[in-house]
């Protein structure tokens, strides 16, 4: 029997919304799930066994291909043994394509149907990233979910600029497709484990669906997508500086045309508000650099909105940031304090608010499997959108 590199399973749906699992060779990942975005190797000031901690229980995390393409480099992260050993994560890992952040480079950047020339944000270098210079690239990363390498097209595109960067990302999911299914067979992925429990030893890869906010060019781009065929789809291109209307429009559109037995991925998005969103129009997988990077900059999501930690009010208040929080940060301090360090510039302060930020995104996808799983997905999301809304802290 030739195991599949991941498999997927619908257990229960509301709706749209679907709950299942998601078994890669590290592991089975329960969806709709969150996974903490891990850029240079690191989930920003997360330790690995916090991570891990029943309290977090993060079971898959990103890497980015771009960062870690720079530094430290693919052949180092090859030679120590992929990236799963580099940083010592036995959990899955999925790594992006680099096409993002080569695209919010801007002027840098020159694209081609080769590939896309562009300097080095580090040092000025010129440097060229293809589907197949990235298909290497994450190769040697190992990672157990590869990206394939996409054109994203400004989220105002005009029809005719986001049909040549749609109809671009098509001809590069087929060469990334080649070039991948090659090194799988050359046995190239650094990250290879043997097959045994019923999980298979070979990377996964997901295509992308791009278009901008042309439905028309959306569905003809997911059309050519499940054309070349690939273990999940993801939606890119969105959370780009669109109207929030325009992403849920799309997701709406897109998400329940593509494939039913495949994890469907929304990427780079978003709030918990737009998690639950895309949920219930069908969305499995997320990623999102929200909660680390607001945590560095004090801000923090509760279940009663946003808090701004910076704020004099909580110069005496004696209250964990949510009281609805079981998280080992809201167990034991108090806003006050966690001001405190914010404000006095304590590198503990972006710790902790990181850790109440993924405890919080975390629970929250937790609260939205167990909702779909008992036919209570709806209600759930009215109440917390009716609570996060309140603004009552
Ligand atoms: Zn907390």
Same mark, same amino acid.
């Given at each position: 029997m030739t195991l599949k590199p991941v498999s997927f399973e619908v257990m229960a749906s509301e709706g749209e919304a679907r709950a299942g699992y998601l078994r890669t060779r590290r592991g089975v990942i329960e969806t709709p799930v969150f996974m903490p975005v891990g850029t240079l190797g690191t989930v920003k000031g997360m330790?690995?066994?916090a991570l891990?901690?029943?309290? %977090?229980?993060?079971?898959?995390?990103l890497g980015n291909t771009y960062h870690l393409w720079l530094r430290p480099g693919a052949e180092i992260i090859r030679a120590c043994g992929g990236l799963h050993r580099f940083i010592s994560w036995e959990r899955a890992l999925l790594t992006d394509s680099g096409g993002f952040q080569v695209w919010s480079l801007g002027a840098l950047r020159r694209v081609t149907e080769d590939g896309v020339e562009f300097r080095s944000h580090i040092d000025g270098q010129c440097c060229f990233l293809s589907p197949e210079v990235s298909m290497e690239v994450q190769a040697a990363l190992g990672a157990d979910i590869v990206m394939a390498f996409d054109e994203c097209a400004p989220g105002d595109a005009s029809h005719d600029a986001a049909r040549a960067s749609m109809e671009l990302t098509a001809r590069w999911a087929a060469r990334s497709r080649h070039r991948f299914d090659v090194m799988q067979l050359e046995m190239m992925d650094a990250g290879r484990t043997p097959a045994g429990d019923g999980f298979s030893g070979a990377q996964a890869l997901f295509?992308?669906?791009?278009?901008?906010? !042309?439905?028309? %060019?959306?569905?003809?781009?997911l059309a050519r997508t499940i054309d070349v065929g690939f273990d999940g789809y993801a939606i890119g291109g969105l959370s780009v500086g669109e109207e929030k209307s325009v992403m849920y429009g799309v997701v709406e559109e897109?998400?329940?045309l593509m494939p039913r037995e495949r994890p469907r991925y929304l990427m780079g998005v978003g709030t918990p508000e737009d998690l639950i969103e895309a949920v219930a129009r069908g969305v499995d997988m997320f990623d999102c650099v929200l909660p680390t990077r607001n945590g560095r900059t004090g801000q923090v999501w509760t279940s !009663?909105?946003?808090?701004?930690?910076?704020?004099?009010?909580?110069?005496?208040?004696?209250?964990? %940031?949510?009281?609805?929080?079981?998280?080992s940060v809201c167990r034991r301090h108090s806003r006050a304090y966690l001001r405190h360090l914010y404000v006095v510039g304590e590198m503990l302060a972006g710790i902790l608010l990181t850790h109440h930020n993924l405890a919080f995104f975390l629970d929250t996808m937790r609260g939205v499997r167990q909702a779909i799983r008992s036919g209570n997905f709806m209600q759930f999301r009215r109440e917390f959108l009716e609570q996060t809304r309140s603004g009552d802290e």
């Amino acid at each position: 029997m030739t195991l599949k590199p991941v498999s997927f399973e619908v257990m229960a749906s509301e709706g749209e919304a679907r709950a299942g699992y998601l078994r890669t060779r590290r592991g089975v990942i329960e969806t709709p799930v969150f996974m903490p975005v891990g850029t240079l190797g690191t989930v920003k000031g997360m330790r690995f066994e916090a991570l891990e901690s029943p309290e %977090l229980d993060a079971r898959v995390i990103l890497g980015n291909t771009y960062h870690l393409w720079l530094r430290p480099g693919a052949e180092i992260i090859r030679a120590c043994g992929g990236l799963h050993r580099f940083i010592s994560w036995e959990r899955a890992l999925l790594t992006d394509s680099g096409g993002f952040q080569v695209w919010s480079l801007g002027a840098l950047r020159r694209v081609t149907e080769d590939g896309v020339e562009f300097r080095s944000h580090i040092d000025g270098q010129c440097c060229f990233l293809s589907p197949e210079v990235s298909m290497e690239v994450q190769a040697a990363l190992g990672a157990d979910i590869v990206m394939a390498f996409d054109e994203c097209a400004p989220g105002d595109a005009s029809h005719d600029a986001a049909r040549a960067s749609m109809e671009l990302t098509a001809r590069w999911a087929a060469r990334s497709r080649h070039r991948f299914d090659v090194m799988q067979l050359e046995m190239m992925d650094a990250g290879r484990t043997p097959a045994g429990d019923g999980f298979s030893g070979a990377q996964a890869l997901f295509g992308i669906v791009q278009g901008a906010a !042309h439905i028309d %060019l959306r569905r003809e781009s997911l059309a050519r997508t499940i054309d070349v065929g690939f273990d999940g789809y993801a939606i890119g291109g969105l959370s780009v500086g669109e109207e929030k209307s325009v992403m849920y429009g799309v997701v709406e559109e897109i998400a329940p045309l593509m494939p039913r037995e495949r994890p469907r991925y929304l990427m780079g998005v978003g709030t918990p508000e737009d998690l639950i969103e895309a949920v219930a129009r069908g969305v499995d997988m997320f990623d999102c650099v929200l909660p680390t990077r607001n945590g560095r900059t004090g801000q923090v999501w509760t279940s !009663h909105g946003k808090v701004n930690i910076k704020n004099a009010r909580w110069v005496a208040d004696t209250r964990p %940031l949510d009281e609805r929080c079981g998280c080992s940060v809201c167990r034991r301090h108090s806003r006050a304090y966690l001001r405190h360090l914010y404000v006095v510039g304590e590198m503990l302060a972006g710790i902790l608010l990181t850790h109440h930020n993924l405890a919080f995104f975390l629970d929250t996808m937790r609260g939205v499997r167990q909702a779909i799983r008992s036919g209570n997905f709806m209600q759930f999301r009215r109440e917390f959108l009716e609570q996060t809304r309140s603004g009552d802290e």
